[in-house]
């Protein structure tokens, strides 16, 4: 199986920046897209960004033009920068993946246990 663990959360002030980590470990044949999606408090879950392992990146409407998404395909670990952060940005952040554990094994999605960002003064 494949586990991610993110870190990289906590509170910030608007205007600051976070930068969220991802790292995929355990049982990994293919690791595909990799990408980030947040959810609030009364409010469904919402994608944030997504990066293949071309390099190529996706992102959300409230992403666009603050947040940055990145990956190191060496260590199966996916960044999130984050600028120019609102209050509107308060959400429990996911990490996601497409990977399948084994040669024997076709894709799957997997989720990370989430990490908080809380933006306020």
């Known amino acids: 199986q494949v586990q991610l663990v993110e870190s990289g959360g906590g509170l910030v002030q608007p205007g600051g920046s976070l930068r969220l980590s991802c790292a995929a470990s355990?049982?990994?044949?293919?690791?595909?897209?990799m990408g980030w999606y947040r959810q609030a408090p009364g409010k469904q879950r919402e994608l944030v960004a997504t990066i293949n392992s071309g390099g190529i990146q996706n992102y959300g409407d409230s992403a666009k033009g603050r947040f940055a998404i990145s990956r190191d395909n060496a260590k199966s670990t996916v960044y999130l920068q984050m600028s120019g952060l609102k209050p509107e940005d308060t959400a429990v952040y996911y990490c996601h993946t497409i990977a399948s554990p084994t040669t024997f094994s076709g894709p799957s999605d997997y989720w990370g246990q989430g990490t908080q960002v809380t933006v306020s003064s």
């Open positions: 355990g049982s990994i044949f293919i690791i595909g897209v």
